[in-house]
């Protein structure tokens, strides 16, 4: 009888000990309408818009031109602390097709990375 207690109480606690197991969860992105890709205006601007959530409160967005080592837009003050973030960026200086690389960071040090392709006209 003592081994059969015995037995439960381990398969219990092994159970709470699996299910307890903290699950990591990177932020998600996803871009207005799920397109990467918009047409700069003639301007060379364009304006790139979505929705961030995370089960982990943000810690900052950065946004870089690809083949740049140094970002144009850090937001780390209106992404900060959120878990659901609507965004909206403008990027200026197109005069290419051009990838934007999205960093998003969670304070877990989670982090996903997306490219968006801005074309011209």
Known sequence: MKTKSFLIMALFALFFIVSCKKQSAHP???FSNNVAQGIANSSGEYTITGHISSVVSLSKVVLTKEG???PFLVD???AKNKNEYDFSY????ITANTYIIIDIFDQGAGKITQRFLITIK
């Open 28 to 30: 998600q992105l996803t």
């Open 76 to 78: 780390d003050a209106t």
């Open 90 to 93: 403008l990027v200026t200086g």
């Open 68 to 70: 740049q080592t140094t």
